[in-house]
């Protein structure tokens, strides 16, 4: 489960835009501020398992966006290229102190 | 029209899995492989507004997509440290050859 929401965050960081203001908001409940099905559903006056259908199709078009668009998969390649420049720069740390930042803002 | 097209390119470039594929299609035919209107319109059995009005949609739901995901502005970005840091790798031409693979694979 912390590894779902682990990903479903991450997933969430990238694609949020593209849900509507209503899966966003359960997104945000259930993820992010760890709000239960019951308590989602009392704060929009629905039932736990609309909730429960809601949050496992707005999950569904994240997924789907990650693979038409692959935004979360060119980050964690980008993170792991930006670790084997900065090993290769370990040669040079004034160099390396100076590019850091600039390889870091290259991952996001 | 030419930097229209361009850019319209790009922006399919990095979001038209997103579109339909009737809208890819008419996108592809409008401004990879430079058909008429008329020739879309023949080929597709409908009308020449039809199909502008197609394009012309579809060219908005791209914009749409950069609005809110911003791949594109990203890219540049990244384009434009990664020629920051080239720079910086200068006074080491060695290093520079060595590196500059990696960066390159870091703004895609």
């Known amino acids: 489960m912390l590894e779902q929401t682990t990903e479903i965050n ?36 629905t039932s736990r398992q609309a909730v429960f259908e809601g949050i496992k199709r707005a999950g569904q078009h994240l997924i789907e966006y990650e693979n038409k668009l692959g935004m979360v998969a060119k980050y964690r390649e980008r ?15 004034s160099l390396k102190e ?9 991952i996001d």
């Open 79 to 93: 993170d792991q290229i930006a670790k084997k420049i900065l090993s290769k720069l370990s040669a040079d740390p």
């Open 10 to 45: 991450l997933l969430y960081d990238f694609y949020g835009s593209l849900l509507t203001e209503k899966q966003q908001l359960i997104l945000e409940c259930y993820y992010h501020d760890d709000w239960s099905l019951s308590e989602i559903a009392n704060h929009q006056g």
């Open 98 to 106: 100076e590019l850091a930042p600039l390889i870091q803002q290259m």
